[in-house]
């Protein structure tokens, strides 16, 4: 090991974390830097809200998020669909429950979440925790059990295996209503030609035809937040076009 080496490890041992801005994430650092450059940082498209602070507002947590969760909620909670590439350790389960509460806060209804079955009891005591969240359900047993269990609670925890079994139930109960899918260990729908796959995609998009079945349905929920949200992000993307071929054309 040369000395050189050494050094930077003893440095990176005691150096402080250093992050980039989420803007600079999501556009390529000459296009940023130019655009700080002139001053005009309001002509970047919103990619951000508020998301994590109106769940605060809302509800009591046990504890505040970290940066880099509360960027993953401002910049994706507000989506249709998202995916969290976290490593373990870093907070997956705080972070998606408060992307959940927020979809909870825009549209209320429930949450559904699918975990392995060795994480039910962990997901339930910790939203427990949670001040504002009335009713959780460990949605397990025997077929005659899971029947008499309260699908109606704001939070609905279940298996991977009891989803598909039940699946038929689940989508047609919940076919009307707001619900939100959180997928605990999402390694297990990676692959599109799996049952669970299908299951989850048929679930989130009220189509069934990747299951053999012809009925579909439409979204209920309200789309005024989000289409408000589309609207001034297209509006911001003009502004940014027109602001690129003024600099770099």
């Known amino acids: 090991m040369t000395k050189k080496i050494?050094?930077?490890?003893?440095?990176?041992?005691?150096?402080?974390?250093v992050h980039f801005s989420p803007e600079q994430q999501f556009y390529p650092m000459p296009i940023y830097q130019a655009?700080?450059?002139?001053?005009e940082m309001d002509i970047l498209p919103q990619m951000f809200n508020d998301a994590s602070e109106t769940v605060y507002e809302h509800y009591k947590l046990p504890y505040p998020m970290y940066e880099y969760q509360r960027v993953w909620v401002d910049a994706f909670a507000g989506q249709d669909a998202s995916a969290m590439y976290m490593e373990v350790g870093l907070g997956k389960t705080l972070t998606a429950t408060v992307a959940a509460l927020y979809h909870r806060i825009l549209y209320p209804g429930h949450t559904l979440i699918l975990m392995p079955p060795?994480?039910?009891?962990?997901?339930?005591?910790w939203l427990n925790k949670i001040g504002g969240?009335?009713?959780?359900?460990?949605?397990?047993?025997?077929?005659?059990?899971?029947?008499?269990?309260?699908?109606?609670?704001?939070?609905?925890?279940?298996?991977?295996?009891?989803?598909?079994?039940?699946?038929?139930?689940?989508?047609?109960?919940?076919?009307?209503?707001?619900?939100?899918?959180?997928?605990?260990?999402?390694?297990?729908?990676?692959?599109?030609?799996?049952?669970?796959?299908?299951?989850?995609?048929?679930?989130?998009?009220?189509?069934?035809?990747?299951?053999?079945?012809?009925?579909?349905?439409?979204?209920?929920?309200?789309?005024?937040?989000?289409?408000?949200?589309?609207s001034k992000d297209a509006e911001a993307v003009s502004k940014l076009k027109d602001f690129l071929n003024l600099k770099f054309n």
């Open 118 to 125: 060795i994480l039910i009891r962990q997901w339930y005591d």
């Open 133 to 230: 969240v009335e009713s959780v359900v460990m949605y397990k047993g025997t077929p005659k059990e899971r029947e008499r269990l309260n699908l109606d609670a704001q939070f609905v925890l279940m298996s991977m295996d009891i989803f598909k079994r039940d699946f038929e139930r689940l989508y047609n109960h919940y076919l009307d209503k707001n619900v939100t899918l959180i997928v605990d260990e999402a390694v297990c729908v990676k692959n599109p030609s799996t049952q669970n796959h299908k299951c989850v995609w048929a679930f989130h998009n009220k189509d069934l035809s990747k299951l053999g079945l012809r009925r579909k349905t439409k979204d209920v929920r309200p789309k005024t937040v989000v289409q408000e949200r589309k």
């Open 35 to 39: 655009i700080k450059d002139s001053g």
């Open 6 to 17: 050494k050094e930077l490890e003893d440095y990176l041992k005691t150096a402080p974390k």
